[in-house]
């Protein structure tokens, strides 16, 4: 692109993507850093501290832009971005491996761009022309993607060692309200989910995206010593014990955890015996049923439930699809609840409606309701998808607690010797329209990670909402129909995940 002024000039005309120019020591250099491959956390993390140093970052590329940096990337992928973005790479476009930024900010001022930081020669950036790929440059050693919906994760997890370590630390800022180094740890498991082979030094996590600094250091101390000193520390704290405790209660989030230690409990018995304290009827029926629920379900388990749904549904909607959906559909063996989509094909709207209520008459007649909250349904077909990552759904649905006697579990334990007959199990059953069955499946899948990427992908990468009813198209500005989530993926231009290879 000729330039025609002077930078600065232009620059200001840019307006709202620029930092405030008080705080900006270097006027020659306008940078944009990349987020592909290094992900959104990283990139602000990045953007925040090169401006506190009196950097100009700008938040959208623009050809005010001298310097491009980016991370884990070649050289050709910046160009081929670049052409995508309709900016063309001129001779005075500075495209630089993060390592120079991070140069720059430990000396506080720009330093010297030598070949080692250049990902591109200026020979080959001066011709107007398509470049072509850089034979020069070591092709990237892996093309992970930092969306999780890109990625296939099985539950053979070969890097437990770090994503367990990661997850710690992850529940520990959320318990902390920080929200931001929580979600870093969370990809960060993530993506060392998907990964074929074990960690075995820092070598193999290059090219890996979603590992910032900070998740770089916890690998290093478990390479280098097998544990991490942070996460012996956080298994100590008694903040997150007393969290994790509180929080293992049915009923019981963040904020009443937040309450109770702050009152000063640390026990559940404490906590339990306490007259002053009002329990929700949710919390009840968790210090009720706490260790049968804490033990969770297994598969057998889950088959058994599957039987008593189906057997309640059809008695009233002979027609309805029912679904195991969550972590059992993704073939875990093992989970806190039993999840289930209900759909019709051929239900009026008021049978529909009345299916859950029915269902749930049934079991209170025959003694297998133990807790239930039926939430109505708030949908409405023509609203645009939401843009939340974590929004709730609209659908009508039931949180429940059932009675399943042991006798129906096909596993068979020798149950006669023990007083009590049944085990407390929790159940969510979901009714969608048909219509929107595609998504809701998909939806009510999971992971919540998975998810959570394929909500973002969409957004970022195709200008499209996608959430638990529906996928909207931003530019064509209709909504996409989908019968199955091969569709879905297929209109997010996504190659098929299987539902046990979303376990991100
Ligand atoms: N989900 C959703 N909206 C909600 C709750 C959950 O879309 N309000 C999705 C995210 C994952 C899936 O439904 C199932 O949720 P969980 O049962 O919480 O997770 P899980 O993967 O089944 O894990 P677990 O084995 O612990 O039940
Ligand atoms: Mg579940």
């Known amino acids: 692109m000729a330039h025609t002024g002077p930078r ?12 405030p120019t008080q705080d900006i020591k270097f006027r020659d250099l306008v940078l944009f850093i990349l987020e592909k491959k290094m992900g959104v956390t990283r990139r602000a993390f990045l953007m925040e501290l090169a401006r506190r140093k009196g950097f100009r970052v700008e938040n959208e590329l623009s050809d005010s832009v001298t310097h491009i940096v980016a991370e884990n990337t070649s050289g050709s992928d910046v160009l081929e971005w670049l052409q995508v973005q309709k ?10 491996d993060v390592s120079w930024l ?8 720009p330093v010297e761009m030598t070949g080692k930081h250049q990902l ?26 930092q969306y999780a919906c890109q990625r296939r994760t099985s539950l053979n997890n070969c890097n437990r060692i770090f994503t367990d370590a990661f997850e ?18 969370m990809r960060a498991a993530s993506v060392l989910k998907s990964l074929p082979s074990p960690i075995i030094s820092m070598r193999d996590t290059d090219g890996i995206p979603c590992l910032d600094d900070k998740v770089k250091c916890v690998i290093e101390e478990i390479i280098e010593d097998g544990e991490s000193a942070e996460v012996k520390a956080v298994l100590n704290d008694e903040r997150y014990n007393s969290f994790k405790l509180f929080t293992s209660v049915f009923g019981v989030g963040l904020k009443t955890s937040e309450k109770w230690f702050r009152m000063g409990f640390r026990t559940l018995s404490k906590v339990r015996s306490d007259k002053t304290l009002k329990f929700t009827r949710m919390q009840k029926a968790g210090f009720l049923y706490y260790e049968d629920l804490l033990s969770r379900v297994t598969r057998p388990e889950a088959d058994a439930v599957s039987m008593l749904v189906q057997e309640a549904v059809w008695a009233f909607l ?15 063996k093992i989970g806190h609840d039993v999840d289930f989509l209900i759909t019709s094909p051929g239900a009026t709207e008021e049978e529909e409606q009345q299916l859950l209520h029915q269902v749930i008459n049934l079991w209170e007649k025959k003694g297998l309701l133990l807790y239930y909250d039926l939430v109505e349904s708030t949908f409405e077909e023509l609203k645009l998808p939401s843009r939340k990552v974590d929004a709730f759904d609209h659908f009508q649905k039931c949180f429940l607690i059932l009675k399943l006697y042991h006798q129906t579990v096909a596993s068979g334990q020798s149950s006669q010797l023990q007083e009590k007959t049944w085990k407390a199990i929790r159940v969510d059953l979901v009714m969608c329209p048909y219509a929107n069955r595609a998504f809701a499946l998909l939806g009510w899948t999971g992971s919540r990670q998975f998810e959570r990427d394929l909500r973002r992908y969409a957004t970022h990468e195709r200008k499209m909402i996608l959430d638990n009813h529906a996928l909207y198209d931003k530019t064509k500005r209709v909504f996409l129909k989908a019968d199955s989530e091969e569709d879905i993926f297929e209109h997010l231009g996504l190659e098929y995940i299987e539902p046990w290879e979303r376990n991100a």
């Open 8 to 19: 600065k000039k232009r620059a200001r005309q840019m307006g709202t993507s620029m930092a």
């Open 87 to 96: 900016i063309k790479s001129s001779a005075q476009l500075e495209l630089l």
């Open 102 to 109: 991070i140069e720059c900010m430990g000396a506080g001022r």
């Open 120 to 145: 591109v020669v200026r020979r080959d950036l001066s011709s107007n022309t398509n470049p072509g790929p850089q034979k020069t440059l070591p092709p990237a050693v892996e093309n992970i993607s």
């Open 168 to 185: 710690i630390l992850a529940e520990n800022f959320e318990f902390r309200e920080n929200g931001g180094s929580c979600l870093a740890f």
């Open 318 to 332: 002979p027609d309805a699809f029912i679904t195991v959906t969550g972590g059992f559909r993704r073939g875990k």
